[in-house]
């Protein structure tokens, strides 16, 4: 016999929870107050009023939930009798049922994350426009609140307070990234800390949620993954072939400092030609510019070789350009004949430091900005210094083809 309500969709919004069944005809008043229909706004908590009637019918039974209320009535003692070996009085067993409803009903009439959302990324905006904020990261925020399956997607129109912690694990669990392949660990884990983040403003702000959802939920980053994908010096040759053409050749400056240097690609997005320092063969990142503490990453000879040659043929053209870089990108990766790698400029660069013996872990923690014990995770396993110098060989003289004299 089946002992679950069934949940109505009445279609303006109200989701109704069916009693009317024969399960239900005696425990009514133990249930339901004595309604043979509950009306919610919210889809979840008729489920879960569904789920908690169900779980009360399979643990107790029809007989016993028929003979609540009358034992309540009838004989306190014996109720009085089961809570003694817990040191506990009936009083104290409604006061904390009482306290267990209000905060549901805090719960439940609380704002909606939708709504909250939106006030928090107000907030940051402003500390975008008071200079304590990266526009960029404001950019993230914004994007994973709003994205197709993003946080006002998934729980926009709940209540704050509703929101659990098993349904935030089973919806990170299931992201996708763009190619339909499930998202990382790494990706996993910034999407809980960002909604953390926010879980912990409300409660700050609005005293709800009591408990942050987000604060227990531990994404296991597995070990294997440190391995990291880079480029062969043939794939890279290709990439600079194709951004030699006339097309591409603004890309130059960005895809030469991020392959031969490791800036990771939002700090170079960042930079300007007064940020390149050919006297000290380095590149200044500014805190204001770094994902982490300011550096000076130091230019390899090729880098140097590629900026210069980019300076003297393009002198008019910026270090990174403030218009259509990102189309220009987007183009790229798509004339691209090889692999687009995520990260892949910054995972060569690492690499290819370690084969040649340029550096070691020391000297990618002061150049890249990594903790070494994260370095070493990631780049266990390196090219043979032979391939390494191939890589570190690739400049404007090995790719473009000499002129021709007249």
Known sequence: MKNRPNVINLGNGIHRLDLRGKPFRHILQTVSNGKKTLDFQIKAAAERKADEIETLLAKYGSKKLETLESVLRVDPLELQAKLEPFGKTVSDAVDFYCKHLAEQRERESSQTLGTLMDEWLAEKKKRVAQGTMREDTYDT???????????????????????????????????????????????????????????????????????????????????????????SPEQAKTIFNLATSNHFVSLIPYLSICMFSGVRTAECSRLTWEDIDFEDNSIVLKKCNSKTAGRRPTMQPNLVAWLNWFKQHYSF????????????????????TVKWIRNGLRHSAASYTLGARIGDYGYLEQHFGNSRTMLQQHYLSYPSREVSLQFWNINPSTILAPVPKP
Do not use: M
């Open 317 to 336: 053209y910026p270090l990174i350009p403030s218009s259509g870089f990102d189309d220009r990108k987007r183009q790229f990766g798509k004339a691209l």
């Open 141 to 231: 925020l914004y994007w994973k609140a709003n994205a197709a399956n993003g946080y006002k997607a998934q729980w926009g129109i709940r209540p704050i307070g509703t929101i659990a912690k098993a349904e935030i694990e089973q919806w990170v669990e299931g992201l996708k990234i763009r190619n339909g392949n499930g998202a990382s660990q790494v990706s996993k884990r910034h999407q809980i800390s960002y909604l953390s983040q926010f879980f912990i403003w409300c409660k700050g702000k609005y005293g709800v949620p009591r408990d942050n959802p987000c604060e227990t939920i531990n994404i296991q980053i597995n070990e294997d993954s440190g391995e990291v994908e880079y480029y």
